[in-house]
């Protein structure tokens, strides 16, 4: 009996269901459709780099579509060595190795205050830091640049931190990555439970042991999520170094790939500005690949907060 | 007790006075600056500058360049929002809801996802440069290659003034809309399921699901993907700097705000002059925030 009336449940379910499929139509083919569509619109232009950059000049100037004869590698030595983007790789690994670290130890002893110690002046504090988010660092460009210069002329510490020099361009981008930081950060420590940091300190442990001890292993997902934006954003940074850097040899991965292309000349080296390309972006692929999800939920997380 | 209160304290400051310093020295001095130096005349590196109050806005206000550059800003801000956000919206609910059943997700769909979100990761400049190649006028170019093997006439994506702009216009979606998707599946899943069931037992179609239940729930996704992408229009400079020829032509058919200001700034060194240009797309900017924030307050919808 009981089966019996289990198989009859089952038998109407899947009835229902085949007539609900039927209503919707048989959309699934033309969902495909549009799906690979956009999918090949974001994947040819990539591989088409990749193609062109194994191409010669010949090639690259000839039919958009054509394969290369041979594959030439080359291409990549010259892109490395003479348009010298491993040096404004190199440069870029630098400036957001420190600046992302710097970024976040500051930022999150700023936002773990900020979220949990009540005092005098702290909303004000607060808001200076959270207004940055509005402003377009346009307005800024001008007076940074001689703030920075004028950093330059400081007795000792001076010529480290002045224009044209990577740990001045490092400070930049931690004061810029605060407002986001700090947002984000004091919201994610407001929603951690305050039990566990108050009984280490009654067993005596100090504001900053309970910090970096307690607090701050507590919100790793929170901390994973804006160091990967700030990664990403600082590695993207064009216009701030743009500014800052003028020296060609201090100059950042995306200031060598504009400049490539825009340094217009009858001696420009096509070829290796192809290879410069695919260098830029492959990295990027291989850790997108790898960390897609941490990625993904790092940039949108901010949104949905 | 006092010793505690002492230590608290000295805890405080010192966990702020970092962040702080670097903060006012290279954030919020420049900026209460920049509004000064807009009203003076400053120009070149060496020169002094002179109090000169409001002549700099007056100039700007006949700057027609500088409101070309407005105008293809307010363009963007209308259209790069719709634009992104309507294709974002449709390829989510087709990777959430588009199954057989309707409710759902298809097949692969965390595959397209991986691949939609990609162009986010990359810098705008190599974005850029990218693009320069793929708009090349000629059979070299990846667009017009096909287009002339078919037989018809090269476009002239960056070098025809008519067309320049929606060129720039499609490269800000090619690579915004793969985020949208992301954020938009991320609040289609906090949906309940059973609600598009009930939706569809009572009868309801694939265009009613969307309207009717999709887009009402995630109603505050999108004003949030709104904001973030006027933001987005109002401050585009390096795809317009990069990519474009002359920076912001052919004959300033591509330019935006950002780039007058940097042009104005750094290559003709009018600092007086691009700080007032400045103070222009602050306000723009801080209205935009303030309208979107006003705007957005509407009846929420609990779930």
């Known amino acids: 009996m009981t089966t019996m009336i289990s198989w009859t449940a089952a038998t109407s379910r899947k009835i229902a269901r085949a007539e609900r499929r039927r209503r919707l139509g048989p959309l699934g083919l033309l969902t495909h459709l549009a ?42 030595a010259r892109a490395w060595e003479q348009a ?107 929603t951690l439970p305050t039990a566990v940091g108050e009984a280490a300190m009654v067993d005596g442990a100090s504001h900053t042991r309970v910090f970096f001890q307690i607090m701050l292993p507590m919100a790793k997902p929170g901390i994973i999520s804006i160091t990967i934006f700030n990664i990403l954003g600082q590695w993207n940074q ?20 504009a ?46 907060k | 007790m006092l010793f505690h209160r002492y230590r608290r304290g000295l805890f405080i400051t010192s966990f702020l006075a970092a962040p702080v310093i670097l903060y006012l020295v290279y954030v919020i001095a420049p900026y209460a600056q920049a509004f000064y130096i807009a009203m003076t005349d400053w120009r070149g590196v060496t020169a002094t500058p002179r109090f000169i109050g409001l002549e700099n806005f007056v100039r700007l206000f006949h700057d027609s360049v500088f409101w070309k550059a407005v105008t293809h800003n307010a363009a963007l801000l209308v259209l790069l929002p719709l634009i992104t956000i309507v294709i974002a919206l449709f390829f989510a609910f087709l990777l959430n809801v588009g199954g057989p059943q309707g409710v759902t997700g298809i097949r692969g769909s965390k595959f397209y996802r991986v691949v939609f979100f990609f162009p986010q990761v990359l810098a705008v400049a190599v974005v850029a440069v990218l693009f320069q190649q793929v708009y090349r006028p000629d059979a070299s170019g990846m667009l017009n290659g096909p287009l002339m093997a078919l037989g018809l006439n090269p476009v002239g994506f960056l070098s025809d003034t008519d067309v320049a702009f929606w060129s720039v216009l499609a490269v800000m979606v090619w690579q915004a809309v793969g985020f949208y998707v992301v954020l938009f599946s991320a609040g289609l899943a906090s949906i309940p399921k059973d609600m598009f069931e009930a939706a569809q037992i009572d009868g309801a179609g694939r ?67 691009a700080s007032a240009l400045g103070v222009v797309m602050f306000f723009f900017t801080v209205g935009f925030a303030i309208l979107s924030l006003r705007l957005s307050r509407r009846e929420r919808i609990e779930y």
């Open chain 1, 238 to 257: 064009y216009q701030l170094p743009l500014i800052l850097l003028q020296e060609r040899d201090k100059w950042v991965l995306t200031m060598g790939i």
């Open chain 1, 84 to 190: 010298h983007i491993g040096q404004y790789m190199l440069n870029s690994v630098i400036v957001v190795a420190f600046s992302t670290f710097g970024t976040m130890l500051i930022g999150s002893m700023a936002a773990y205050v900020l979220a949990r110690y009540p005092f005098r002046g702290n909303r004000a504090v607060y808001l200076l830091f959270v207004s940055g988010l509005a402003f377009p660092v346009y307005l800024a460009l001008t007076p940074l640049f001689f703030v920075v210069q004028n950093m330059g002329t400081i007795p000792v510490i001076g010529p480290f931190i002045g224009l044209n020099t990577h740990a001045g361009v490092v400070l930049v981008y931690i004061a810029y990555s605060m407002p986001f930081t700090i947002f984000f950060l004091s919201a994610f420590f407001r």
């Open chain 2, 207 to 273: 265009v009613s699901l969307f309207f009717r239940i999709t887009l009402p729930l995630l109603w505050d996704t999108v004003q949030v993907a709104w904001v973030y992408l006027g933001i987005l229009a109002l401050d585009v400079f390096a795809i317009v700097w990069v990519m474009t020829l002359q920076h912001g032509g052919p004959d300033r058919s591509t330019t935006v705000m950002a780039a007058e200001i940097y042009r104005n700034a750094f290559e003709h060194f009018r600092f007086g002059y």
């Open chain 1, 259 to 304: 400049d490539i292309s825009t340094a217009a000349g009858y001696d420009q080296d096509w070829s290796a500005l192809f290879a410069a390309l695919t260098l830029a972006i492959l990295p990027m692929l291989v850790v997108y690949t790898v960390f897609q999800r941490q990625i993904q939920s790092g940039l949108t997380s901010g949104a949905l």
């Open chain 1, 35 to 76: 799906l690979l569509i956009w999918t090949l619109l974001v994947i040819i232009p990539i591989l088409w780099t990749f193609l062109a950059s194994v191409k010669s000049e010949d090639e690259i100037f000839g039919d958009a579509w054509s394969l290369p004869a041979t594959l030439r590698w080359d291409n990549f």
